[in-house]
């Protein structure tokens, strides 16, 4: 054997066996086993009850059966009975060796109350795909599988279109002193009723007695002597409701706000806020104006009136806004741990467009997406106390000074935050409570503000501190002593809105709301019967040409589909490559990738093709089979390269100017024709080459030309 014969054959075999490896990935690192939830059938030695409605109470007695059997009730998540001998019992667990563990205490509970029960199964909310065999604790050798990103369309999953959106926040005071009384709606109810028409005046009220008139002379003359009273604010008569909807009616007629984008809300009788989605601080500033000339307008004799710089927030969509919110996102959607590969990408000023293939929960993670998660620590005002202490509940507050029950956004609306989520070490944890349902989130202060932190509630022992996320009071503890700049944060948590907040407050909160513009889910079904399709179509037409290319071209057709082999081996290694280039993130295949892979295998062929036709021509005009070769190969490259570079271009052209759909088909079109123009070009020369120096070559009936064909 020639030595380029053989270093091509050592080259073709490296070129197999790392696209493979890549592609496929049999040999890898064992990932880090998480599981969140566990859920264990067993099988019980006899029915527990035949009646379907009594399934719930022999569960509770299941239930019963393994916490005094010894298992933790911390741990159990439900308890269910499947049928009348099969019980299926879920458990929460940090990881796979304590899910394993699991599995074992809870069959030694439930033996000692039900002899004979034995494990049916298993199910993990997250699966863990297990090794054929380790290779020690560093590899572990898989069934090989395609590790090819799978889009919506095909798996299934989630697709949400998010806007930033900005906002002003204003607010409008009057003095909330008792000797003041000047209120911005009526604090008693309105009396809408008309006043009633007076009646004409009888004959004998024309006809007045002289007595009754003296009696009103003197009257009148009374009043003539008494000073005159300075006049009194008018009371208002207009509602809470009333008020805030004028508020909202007047930003609108003004043009400054469109409907739907202005919140007004009445904490107080002498306090309104307005939120609204302002694009710039101008218009911020003008609908301040207009709301405080308006209320101006109702009340002319108000003193107290005023809309505070110190209340008046504006926060606009910057150029960086929504990079800063798709890191937020991403560090979020990492922290879940459940959600594999997922798409984040900008779009637009103020968009952000999140894909989560294979999502199995779309409401939660849409409500993890929008959540601000905004944390601060706010000191309660004096004169509130919670109207249910000890009951975590804080929607009613009490006024000490008036004795009025008021609403939670009043109390917020007039204390400070202190210390925010910002301030925070991004290392929060879920501990376990008191009880089985109730579940903490631990936090730590940043080192800079540890010492702020133990200053401030120093200074405030005794007082009331809210923890407030996303403007709801979830604990208003008192500070007994200082506090050295660590805590923990309870609200009746089950273990999955505990993990949620966790995660949230390590993610950090988001620089400015975010909306849904767009939610689509695929399911997971359609998905999969689309994957199915696919398959088979490409299948089918990849058989097809294979038995095309050796019924026409035979012996070159042979060697064209071992090329053709090599190409798909390497367009799925090139695919899977793209995944770990950090920063890339990947090429995802939709059914549009998949028509773009189906099209550069007919590329591939009709690269072949030409090189085949172009080798018979030579052979015709009675070349030997070595020149004939380097000559076919050399006439059939200008016309390969000219179409298959046209198509590169195209393929470009459609990425950066397409839409997701197209950005996916032109990506493997662009993948695909370059690998393909490798095998044509590439691998078909070589096996062809090394065809021609066996004795094969001598049959020129295997190369579909006839001797008689031959000139000369």
Not at 174 to 181: G, I, L, M, P
Not at 506 to 529: K, Y
């Amino acid at each position: 054997m020639q030595p380029r014969i053989r270093l091509w054959l050592l080259m073709m075999i490296g070129i197999f066996i790392i696209s493979f490896l890549v592609g496929f990935q049999p040999i890898r690192r064992p990932p880090g086993d998480v599981v969140t939830q566990a859920a264990f059938r067993y099988q019980l030695p006899t029915s527990l009850t035949d009646n379907e409605a009594e399934y719930t109470a022999k569960a509770q007695e299941v239930r019963t059966a393994l916490v005094e059997g010894g298992f933790s009730e911390e741990f159990i998540e439900d308890v269910a009975l499947l049928s009348g001998d099969m019980v299926e019992i879920k458990t929460y667990a940090m990881d796979e060796s304590e899910a394993a563990a699991h599995e074992k205490e809870l069959l030694g509970s439930l033996q000692k109350t039900y002899e004979g029960v034995r494990l049916s199964g298993r199910t993990d909310q997250e699966q863990q795909e297990q090794p054929l065999y380790k290779l020690g604790n560093v590899l572990a050798v898989y069934k090989p599988s395609p590790k090819i990103k799978l889009g919506l369309d095909l798996q299934g999953g989630l697709h949400v279109v998010l806007r930033c959106l900005p906002y002003a926040s204003m607010a409008f005071l009057t003095s909330e002193e008792q000797d003041v009384n000047e209120p911005l709606y009526a604090t008693k109810p309105v009396d809408e009723k008309p006043k009633d028409e007076e009646k004409p005046a009888d004959e004998d009220q024309d006809a007045k007695t002289e007595e009754e008139t003296d009696t009103d002379d003197e009257k009148s003359d009374e009043a003539a002597e008494k000073p005159e009273e300075p006049e009194k604010p008018a009371t208002p008569t207009i509602s809470k409701a009333g008020l805030e909807k004028k508020v909202v009616a007047e930003l609108v007629r003004a043009g400054l706000a469109q409907p739907g984008t202005v919140e007004a809300k009445a904490v107080s009788a002498e306090r309104l806020l307005v939120r609204t989605q302002a694009g710039d601080e101008r218009t911020a500033k003008q609908q301040r104006s207009t709301v405080l000339r308006m209320l101006q307008g109702m009340y002319p004799d108000y003193k107290t009136l005023s809309a505070p710089e110190d209340d008046f927030e504006v926060v606009l969509i910057e150029t960086d806004t929504a990079d800063k919110v798709k890191n937020v996102i991403d560090r979020r959607l990492f922290a879940l741990g459940d959600i594999r590969e997922p798409v984040i990408q900008k779009q637009g000023r103020d968009q952000i467009i999140v894909e989560l293939p294979g999502v199995k929960d779309p409401e939660r993670v849409a409500g993890i997406l929008k959540s601000t998660a905004l944390l601060e620590f706010r000191l309660i005002p004096e004169r509130y106390e919670n109207m249910a202490p000890g009951a975590d509940i804080y929607d009613e507050w009490k006024d000490k000074r008036t004795g009025e029950v008021v609403s939670w956004d009043r109390v917020l609306a007039e204390s400070d935050a202190e210390f925010r989520g910002a301030d925070l070490i991004p290392n929060s944890r879920v501990i376990a409570g008191d009880s089985p349902s109730e579940w903490k989130v631990t936090f730590d202060l940043k080192a800079n503000k540890k010492r702020d932190f133990h200053e401030f509630t120093r200074r405030n022992v005794g007082r009331l501190m809210a923890i407030v996320l996303d403007n709801q009071c979830q604990m208003a503890p008192v500070i007994n002593s200082p506090i050295p700049g660590q805590g923990v944060i309870e609200g009746n948590f089950s273990p999955e809105e505990a993990g949620d907040l966790r995660l949230l407050l390590n993610a950090g909160a988001l620089p400015v709301p975010l909306e849904i513009a767009e939610n689509r889910t695929v399911s997971a079904t359609l998905g999969q019967d689309s994957v199915a399709r696919s398959l088979r179509a490409g299948l089918v037409g990849l058989l097809v040409v294979l038995i095309f290319m050796v019924a026409y071209y035979r012996l070159p057709g042979v060697l064209a589909d071992i090329a053709l082999f090599m190409y798909v081996l390497i367009v799925i290694g090139v695919m899977a490559a793209s995944q770990l280039i950090k920063g890339v993130g990947g090429v995802t295949l939709t059914l549009p990738g998949v028509a773009g892979i189906i099209l550069s295998i007919g590329m591939a062929v009709d690269a072949n093709v030409i090189i085949f036709e172009r080798l018979k021509e030579e052979l015709w005009s009675g070349k030997s089979m070595r020149a004939a070769v380097v000559a076919g190969f050399d006439r059939a490259w200008s016309a390969i390269l000219d179409s298959n570079l046209t198509t590169l271009i195209i393929t470009a052209v459609l990425y950066f100017l397409g839409t997701s759909l197209i950005k996916s088909f032109a990506a493997t079109l662009f993948i695909g024709v370059l690998c393909s123009l490798f095998t044509a070009v590439t691998v078909t020369r070589w096996l062809i080459t090394m065809v021609a120096e066996t004795k094969l070559a001598q049959n020129l009936a295997l190369f579909g030309v006839a001797q008689s064909d031959r000139e000369g």
